[in-house]
């Protein structure tokens, strides 16, 4: 099993851009991977993710400012996220799952190897 350990996140001004890096102590190839975040006292939800071929899933209310991509050479998952609001303060994960080439569902139940998070805190 990976670990996963992300990094990228800090703090910026409402507007600003970050992008968001997962690196995986391991092959990515056969893994479908996904970004998720958690605000403080909500619950944890699903933002993008992508699959072995590349394809790619997003929630509906981030479609727009969030791009999901990876790179298997590199063991890496990104996300770059564009004008950055004050509701996208928020610790941010990445997930992975073995693609066995069925749907996964973008909820927290599906995904069985998580990192610890960065935290991304925007002021207006």
């Known amino acids: 099993q990976v670990r996963l350990v992300e990094s990228g996140g800090g703090s910026v001004q409402d507007g600003g851009s970050l992008r968001l890096s997962c690196a995986a102590s391991?092959?990515?190839?056969?893994?479908?991977m996904a970004w998720f975040r958690q605000a403080p006292g909500k619950d944890r939800e699903g933002l993008a993710q992508i699959d072995t071929d590349g394809n790619t899933n997003y929630a509906a209310p981030m479609e727009g400012r969030f791009t999901i991509s990876r790179d298997n050479g590199m063991n890496t998952l990104y996300l770059q996220i564009n004008d950055l609001k004050p509701e996208d303060t928020a610790m941010y994960y990445c997930a992975a799952e073995e693609d066995y080439g069925g749907t996964l569902d973008l909820v927290e139940y599906e995904y069985h190897t998580w990192g610890q998070g960065t935290r991304v805190t925007v002021s207006s």
């Open positions: 391991g092959s990515t190839n056969s893994l479908c």
